[in-house]
Each structure stands twice: as structure tokens, then as C-alpha cells.
């Protein structure tokens, strides 16, 4: 029974926020909305926080910021231009796409197109040899060579056929 | 066709390696975070003074149209590193004949102005920035940073973290001597 409860308890926690309970809104799809922003904005000091989790007082300053933005009747938008204008698109995890961050969103596609490309040549080059069959020449050499093969096999045979009794066969 | 085609492997290694070069290049410092300000006007904020102390408050005014470049420091009476910074400051600002702005970020002004009774006051305006609003208009990342702006109130230079090395104090001198329009070294 203990043991239950404190699975329970592991399964429904929820994780622990930054957010403190004098920064909440009281309206929840407002609230809501400031939590989405905060998410994608990065702490200042800790850098690979997001403000949404992190305990530092720049990120609660942020946050009460994002909250005072929303209240003022700022889109989701006009909030991150806002803290963009300050920090810069270093503040945001999800840069925006524009000329300077062409490399970053498409360079990863691009090498990926770049190596299918190539393995797809390189494949179908190999697949397509073996088609193309013998030449007449070589063909007549390789018949040659097999005549050659099988008279020899046959002399082989018969000597051995005359101090081996078994079948030659097996 | 073919015969470019057989260099392309190379062209990619070469780019890859060079990005890769970069990014062990030792004297990069990866959290250095680039500042939106830079080659801007100030932003807009008008900061009373600490009470306390004599020293008039700060605003964008004060920092545009000027006759001279001026020197804009943010620091706290909480701060080490600040404490660090405040002699090489002081003397900096001494040498360079530079007018000395203080933003003092979210400090109380009792601490604040103690921090000055004890250290010695080198700044010709303090702008109390208490709740900390005028340090995220200016992207301040910590304490203390400093700016450079120019005499028409562009921010010419940022540099995150205490001037305790000669190679920042260099190159606050640098960002000083470009911002008044003459070029370094002559």
C-alpha cells in the first residue's frame, strides 16, 4: 500500500516550476500564453534555461515583464520583438528565418538531400553493371577456358576411376 | 561536369573542417552572448538618484548630443567582481577625461551608497535602477557591464564582466578613443 501511494505520487507529480506564485496572472489563457513565450525565451545567465524554469533573477524579471506585456495587449509577436530588440535573436531558442540563419535551418536538409543524392548514384552505377553482360570476344575466351576446365576434369576422373572403385559422381 | 563533381567531397571537408576549426579556436568565448545594441541609441529610461549621496540621477538625455563620449558602467554594491573593477574604473575614467555614468542595478540605496562611501564615488551621474527594468532595456546580461556611447548617444562598445584585465581595459580604451572620432594609436 505504501509502495502504491509513493508510485502514484511519482506518476502524478508535476515537475517543479521557476514560476512563483506572485508572477501567475489571473486570467489562465493569458497565464497560458505568457508560459508558451517563456518557454522559448532563454535565460540570460544560465543560457540553456529556458526563463520558464529557471530560478535566476533576470529570468523572474523577464517573466514579470512577458506578464506585464501581455496585460498591455501585446501579441505573442510583438512580446518577443520586444525582448529581441534587447537581447537579440540570442534570447529566443528558435531563431528566426531569415538571410543570416539561411545555413543553419537549411544546411542540415541540405547535406542530408546532398548524401541521399549520392548514394542513390553510387547504387544505381552498381546495379547496372551486371546487366550489361559479356562482350562476343570474351565470351568465346570464357567458353574456352571452361572447355579446356571440363576435358581436363574428365582425364581426372578416369585415372581415378581406375584405383577407386566408388562412383565418381558422389 | 564530371570533373568538378570529383572535387565536391574536398569543397565539403574543407568547409566542415573550417567550421570545426573555428569552433576549437580557444580565444572564442562561447557564452559570449552578441549584443542587439551595439551601433544603437541608447534606449529610453530616466533613473532618479540614490538617495543619500549627492550625485544627480541619470536619463537617455544625458547621454545624447553631447559635447563627449561618455563611459555608462552598471554595477551593485553585491557584485565581487564590481568591487574588483571599481579602482581600475576609477582610474580609467581619471586618465581618459571621460564623463563616468553609473547605472546601479538592483541595489538598495543605503547598500549602494555605503558601497560608494567606502570605495570612493568616481562617477559624475548614478541612475538608481532598482527593479531592474532600465538594465533589461540596455540587455544587460550580470553585473557589471560597461558601454562606450558616442557624443550623439550611440552605444559604440559593450563589454560584459569586470575591466580587470589590461586586455579590456585596452579595449574599453580602443572602443573611447574610435567613439571621439580619432583613430587608435595616433
Known amino acids: ?170 | 561536369m564530371r570533373r568538378v563533381l570529383v572535387f565536391l567531397p574536398l569543397l565539403i571537408v574543407a568547409v566542415l573542417g573550417g567550421f570545426f576549426v573555428w569552433g576549437l579556436n580557444g580565444d572564442r568565448d562561447p557564452n559570449a552572448i552578441p549584443s542587439a545594441l551595439v551601433s544603437r541609441l541608447a534606449p529610453a529610461f530616466d533613473l532618479a538618484p540614490i538617495d543619500g549621496i549627492d550625485t544627480p540621477g541619470l536619463s537617455q538625455a544625458d547621454l545624447i548630443g553631447q559635447s563627449d563620449a561618455s563611459v555608462v558602467n552598471v554595477f551593485a554594491s553585491w557584485c565581487v567582481p564590481c568591487r574588483a573593477e571599481h579602482p581600475v574604473l576609477t582610474r580609467f575614467a581619471r586618465e581618459e577625461g571621460v564623463a563616468l555614468m553609473g547605472i546601479n542595478y538592483k541595489d538598495r540605496a543605503e547598500d549602494a551608497a555605503g558601497w560608494l562611501r567606502e570605495l570612493g564615488n568616481p562617477y559624475d551621474r548614478i541612475g538608481h535602477d532598482f527593479t531592474g527594468r532600465t538594465g533589461i532595456d540596455w540587455g544587460v546580461t550580470g553585473v557589471p557591464e560597461t558601454f562606450v556611447i558616442d557624443a550623439q548617444g550611440r552605444i559604440t562598445f559593450r563589454f560584459a564582466g569586470p575591466l580587470v584585465t589590461e586586455q579590456a581595459v585596452g579595449n574599453l580604451r580602443d572602443a573611447l578613443i574610435t567613439a571621439r572620432g580619432v583613430e587608435p594609436g595616433s
Not at chain 1, 497565464?31 to 518557454?39: H, L
Not at chain 1, 570476344?137 to 576446365?149: G, H, K, P, R, S
Open chain 1, 1 to 170: 500500500m505504501k509502495y502504491l501511494a509513493l508510485v502514484l505520487i511519482l506518476i502524478f507529480s508535476v515537475p517543479l516550476w521557476a514560476v512563483e506564485p506572485d508572477e501567475v496572472l489571473d486570467d489562465p489563457v493569458l497565464e497560458e500564453r505568457a508560459r508558451e513565450i517563456s518557454k522559448n525565451v532563454r535565460c540570460v545567465v544560465c543560457q540553456n534555461e529556458p526563463i520558464d524554469s529557471s530560478n535566476a533573477g533576470v529570468a523572474r524579471d523577464l517573466r514579470i515583464l512577458i506578464r506585464e506585456r501581455i496585460m498591455a495587449g501585446d501579441t505573442n509577436a510583438e512580446v518577443e520583438a520586444f525582448l529581441v530588440a534587447r537581447y537579440g535573436d540570442y534570447v529566443l531558442f528558435k531563431p528566426p528565418f531569415k538571410p543570416s540563419t539561411y545555413a543553419l535551418w537549411i544546411g542540415p536538409l541540405a547535406l542530408m538531400l546532398l548524401g541521399l543524392g549520392v548514394a542513390g548514384l553510387a547504387l544505381r552505377r552498381q546495379s547496372g553493371r551486371p546487366s550489361e553482360g559479356l562482350s562476343a570476344d570474351d565470351l568465346a575466351e570464357a567458353n574456352a577456358l571452361l572447355a579446356q576446365l571440363t576435358s581436363k576434369d574428365d582425364d581426372a576422373h578416369n585415372s581415378e576411376q581406375a584405383s577407386d572403385p566408388r562412383d565418381p559422381d558422389i
